[in-house]
């Protein structure tokens, strides 16, 4: 399983750094879907974030270098997302911090904050107003470390150890029911396990049903059915998996929608409050996908295709859902879907 999962953290596209559009609207593709329809529920204010701008209004900007399995959280209390560490495209783990605020990315230079690691799991609670990283690293000696992490929007902070040593690859929310953010592991004894994070340490949950043990599955809060819907994953025998579960905040359900994704694990996966939706954006199995779709509370639909998008991350910012990574082509690194097309920002 580990040689799968290595074998699979490649690059994704060319070194480089990418320029923020300056001063213009980004250009959108022709591809349309129907507008949601009337009578949709209002989402709660806890998923609703703060409308962001696409265009950069400095002179200048650069945007973080072309990679994949990053983790990214988007803060409504500030209109700021943080983008943290990923693979490179020669496969090297990173460790830097970034920052998209008014359309802009800019490094922020800091003097502490996690150690380098890709796949690590991210999610904000707004609660609290901090963003809540938890992932797996290298250690000095070689072996493997877990840790989570706080960031307030100007500094990291640690915050625990744990919950446990585990496999890469681990998803997180913030669960709207709880107001906690939940995290879904397979443990390195290759169990499946659901923890909630208590604003001081992390709590083991007992639920009656839960998925099978899979890693690099992709999770986010449905403001519909006010519930957390977790989505494919590589499966502990190595195969991806195309199955759709539900968390009420106390127990999982499968699910048994009429319609549904291929099987695949590294897909991007966010709400999108102000269109009642999730959506889903690439993933990889037997070869990286170039789809999208969105998920109503009953059953997922094909958006427009935002290119190739293997282990990419994205977030809610409001009036747009903000993609960054996970490509090939360096110009088309960061884009943004409004619930009708996509628009390249960088």
Not at 7 to 26: D, Q
Not at 288 to 302: H, L, N, R, V
Request: hydrophobic share 40%; net charge neutral.
């Amino acid at each position: 399983m580990v040689a799968l999962l290595n074998a699979s953290l490649i690059g994704c596209g060319r070194a480089g750094v990418g320029t923020v559009v300056e001063n213009a609207t980004p250009t959108a593709s022709v591809a349309r879907i129907d507008s949601p329809t009337s009578g949709s529920p209002t989402p709660s204010s806890l998923a609703v974030a703060t409308p962001s701008s696409v265009t950069c209004n400095t002179t200048s900007s650069t945007a973080p270098s072309q990679r994949n399995s990053a983790a990214m959280a988007y803060m409504s209390n500030s209109g700021q997302a943080v983008l943290f560490g990923g693979n490179d495209v020669h496969g090297n783990t990173l460790g830097d911090t970034w920052t998209w605020s008014d359309g802009c990315w800019t490094q922020q230079q800091l003097l502490a904050g996690p150690a380098a690691r890709h796949d690590a799991a991210m999610a904000y609670d707004p609660v609290r107003k901090l963003v809540i990283l938890y992932g797996t690293y290298v250690t000095s000696s070689g072996g493997r470390g877990t840790d989570t992490w706080g960031w307030n929007g100007s500094a990291w902070n640690k915050i625990a150890d744990g919950p446990i040593s585990s496999t890469y690859g681990a998803a997180a929310a913030f669960d709207e029911n709880l107001d906690r953010v939940v995290l879904v592991i397979m443990s390195a004894a290759g169990e499946s396990q659901t923890w909630t994070w208590d604003a001081a340490s992390w709590q083991l949950m007992t639920p009656r049903l839960a998925p099978p043990a899979r890693f690099n599955a992709s999770m986010a809060f449905d403001p519909t059915s006010r519930r957390v819907i977790l989505f494919g994953g590589y499966g502990n025998d190595g195969q991806p998996r195309a199955d759709t579960w539900a968390w009420d905040g106390s127990n999982w359900m499968r699910l048994s929608p009429s319609n549904s994704p291929p099987a695949r694990a590294g897909a991007a996966m966010t709400t999108f409050a102000t269109k009642h939706k999730v959506v889903l954006i690439g993933g990889e199995s037997t070869s990286p996908f170039t789809d999208a779709w969105s998920w109503d509370g009953i059953s997922w639909s094909q958006l427009a295709s935002p290119g190739l998008r293997q282990r990419a991350c994205a977030v809610d910012i409001g009036s747009r859902v903000l993609v960054f990574g996970g490509n090939i082509a360096a110009d088309s690194q960061t884009v943004t879907w409004d619930g009708q097309a996509w628009a390249a920002v960088s």
